[in-house]
């Protein structure tokens, strides 16, 4: 028997699935879609997300520590759900790709601009390809060093306190904005990573009853991050500015000034691939397990070699950052839908199963 | 023995992709200072100088300046670069300089190309000469004339004589409605850079300066100032009396009034507390009651240089204090878009509040 995940480490790697390089953009993302004081719209979102992740505890509630294929399965036969876990994969097969392209694109705004966008995507997915091979349980260990070598980056927050004031927050509250739907999409999908515990019930402790409030204390994690990051945002930059601005938080990294090292931002930068990296391993892990289950005959080894090629073929011909931003909004929706949706159906099909028994019962 | 080669592999992609985009730093020309000037020429409105360390010998630590005139900065630097040898990068650039009539014209188009540019960081200083700006970058009384400005920057920005500002200080205020940017100002004298004032800005123009002691005000009225100094005269019986005010802190505070839905008129409170290091007054300064004289008189001359500032600003409609923040924080939101910012400054009434602590008078009484 594989070991389990413990409570501690679910908490970071729900974390660690949730940020990515969103982050760089959400600042910009509130301001341009909701105006002054936008950052109060990360915690209302969050909140939206917590509604989320209760959808998924009443899952587990009700059929602790079963799979989401057992539960499924319970109802419809495998041979019927096979096309449906199949296109799930390949949805979130390519979201993970879309996202290490978009952090490898902003990388070459920054460095690496002479170097093919290939090349370095490819190490991206190398890197990713040797941990998804691995279990479960050494994919949340990775991870657990991974959040130690990256969350010490929020503290840096500290250096800009000195330059922020309240004054720039400005007293009007989501003023200005475009009030657009597609915004409260794309600020959504910076909290999505939650849904993958879905896949994780049956790997995880299930010794310890209270397991699932890890989930809400990852999510919580991001939250805090998110709200930090993006009040501090508000105070630093003027609001036009924050507008124009493509990438606030790299502008937040690149203002620090170290004595000993000049230009910190190219090690923080290039240590965010280690979070990019946790999303696109997590994404493909998932897919992995669902394409294992929509085609089991297929030699389980070769699932995430054909996952990755298949959405890197899918999305080779995106690589400039404008080509790039309606793929990620259309992914990041389907993506969305997937996390409100599959609790959705889950509790459904649980409810149709208990309907059926009763009327067997009865 | 599998596993090693594929490690190795793996490890030569990592460290190989390194080499893809090297620099060598021999070919390159890594400018230190650039600097923005007006011209009538034909070719273009922009007269570009820029300076770098010659670093193809080892032991020469002179200086490269070279000069262009383009319509834009990163035209300048592709036209820079056919006249030297090397390669000219822009990533370690200290400051720019913006000559006279180049800031009077309006610097926004230098600035948002600095802010584009990921190779340059937001920390460059922004300058303003207060004649041409190539003349201070062809200054030879010292030899890395980019680190020279940066350090001159530095102190007295730490004393508070000047405002910091860089890239990002500059275009924050640009940006918001409720400030304008300010910058240093520098002048050549005698072969000498000097620090003459602050250049105020209204929007992206330079429209006027104060003088340094005006500048040292400026700062008490703009924000917190953690320790600085203050020489005053005042004119007593024929004589001049020098009393050197020494301040540990000083403390701002901005208060606005409102008369229905109108700003009324906004109230700058300053407190400070510091020590008397030098008078060169008859009387003694041992009492209470003098001691409380000198407080009032020292405030009082703070209180009209204050007023004078407010007065240039009012004068050019410019808000380079900020007020418009806070008369933003006292609005509701139509209130602060039905309001007319350009002429906010000049037609409210701002009123100046010094209050002097004198803690001691030093080692004597």
């Known amino acids: ?362 | 023995m599998d596993r090693r080669i594929m490690i190795g592999g793996l490890l030569a992609i990592l460290m190989l992709a390194g080499c893809n985009d090297q620099k060598v730093i021999e070919d390159l020309a890594i400018i230190s200072m650039m600097s923005f000037d007006q011209t009538d020429d034909p070719t273009g409105d922009l007269k570009v100088t820029a300076s770098f360390p010659n670093l193809t010998s080892e032991t020469s630590n002179e200086e490269q300046i070279i000069e262009t005139i383009a319509n834009s900065k990163k035209e300048a630097e592709d036209l820079l670069s056919s006249k030297t040898k090397q390669q000219v990068v822009n990533g370690q650039i200290h400051s720019v300089i913006l000559g006279e009539r180049f800031a009077r014209n309006g610097v926004k188009s230098v600035i948002s190309s600095m802010e584009r540019d990921q190779e340059i960081g937001s920390q460059v200083k922004v300058v303003v000469a207060d004649r041409e700006g190539t003349e201070i970058i062809r200054t030879e009384v010292v030899p890395d004339i980019g680190s020279y400005i940066d350090k001159m920057l530095k102190t007295e920005s730490d004393k508070f004589t000047i405002p910091e500002t860089d890239i990002y200080h500059f275009s924050r205020d640009y940006y918001d409605d409720g400030i304008d940017p300010i910058a240093p100002l520098f002048s050549k004298q005698n072969g000498r850079i000097v620090l003459v004032g602050t250049a105020l800005f209204r929007n992206d123009r330079y429209v006027d300066h104060l003088d340094l002691i005006q500048s040292k005000i400026l700062m008490l009225l703009l924000k917190k100032v953690e320790r600085s100094e203050l020489t005053i005269k005042m004119a007593q019986e024929e004589e001049i009396r020098n009393v050197h005010f020494d301040y540990v802190t000083s403390h701002r505070n901005i208060d606005v009034y409102k008369k229905g839905r109108e700003v009324d008129h906004i109230k700058i409170i300053v407190k400070m507390r510091g020590s008397v290091l030098e008078d060169t007054g008859e009387e003694s300064i041992s009492s209470a009651k003098e001691i409380h004289q000198l407080e009032q008189l020292v405030a009082r001359h703070i209180k009209h240089k204050a007023e004078d500032i407010i007065e240039i600003l009012k004068e050019n409609q410019t808000d380079s204090l900020g007020l418009g923040q806070y008369i933003r924080q006292s609005l509701s939101y139509e209130e602060w878009t039905e309001l007319d910012k350009e002429r906010l400054i000049e037609t409210v009434p701002v009123s100046v509040e010094i209050d002097v602590t004198i803690k001691d008078t030093g080692m004597s009484q």
């Open chain 1, 1 to 362: 028997m594989s070991e389990k995940i413990a409570p501690f480490h679910l908490a970071i790697l729900i974390y660690m699935i949730q940020s990515g390089v969103t982050l760089y953009k959400l600042p910009r993302m509130l301001a341009v879609n909701f105006g002054t004081n936008g950052w109060i719209m990360v915690l209302i979102v969050s909140f939206v997300a917590g509604i989320n992740i209760f959808l998924i505890s009443l899952v587990n509630r009700f059929r602790k520590g079963e799979s989401v294929f057992e539960i499924m399965e319970g109802l419809i036969p495998r041979k019927v759900m096979a096309p449906f876990y199949i296109l799930l994969a390949l949805i979130w097969s390519i979201f993970a790709l879309l996202v290490g392209k978009d952090y490898i694109l902003i990388t070459q705004v920054l460095t690496f601009q002479n170097s093919s966008l290939l090349l370095l995507y490819s190490i991206v997915l190398i890197l990713a390809f040797y941990l998804v091979v691995k279990d479960i349980y050494t994919i949340s260990k990775t991870t657990t060093i991974f959040f130690f070598l990256t969350i010490w980056m929020t503290f840096l927050l500290i250096y800009h306190i000195p330059y922020s004031s309240i004054m720039r927050l400005t007293p009007f509250i989501f003023k200005e904005g475009t009030h657009s739907i597609r915004g409260l999409i794309e600020v959504y999908t910076a909290f999505l990573g939650f849904e993958i515990v879905l896949f994780l019930f049956p790997y995880i402790d299930q010794k310890k009853p209270k397991w699932f409030l890890s989930v809400y204390v990852g999510h919580i994690i991001t939250t805090v991050v998110y709200t930090l990051t993006c009040i501090v945002s508000f105070m630093y930059f003027s609001f036009e500015q924050l507008k124009l601005i493509s990438f606030p938080v790299l502008n937040l990294i690149s203002y620090v000034e170290i004595e000993l090292i000049e230009r910190i931002e190219s090690l923080v930068f290039n240590l965010f691939l280690m979070k990019i990296l946790i999303t696109v391993v997590m994404y493909l892990w998932a897919a992995k397990l669902l394409l294992h289950r929509g085609m089991p005959s297929m030699n389980e080894k070769w699932l995430a070699p054909i996952l990755i090629l298949v959405a890197f073929f899918i999305t080779l011909r995106v690589d400039v950052v404008y080509e790039l931003a309606p793929w990620l909004l259309i992914f990041g929706f389907a993506a969305a839908g997937i996390a409100i949706g599959l609790p959705v159906l889950l509790l459904f099909v649980l409810w149709v199963r208990r309907l059926g028994r009763r009327r067997r019962h009865g």
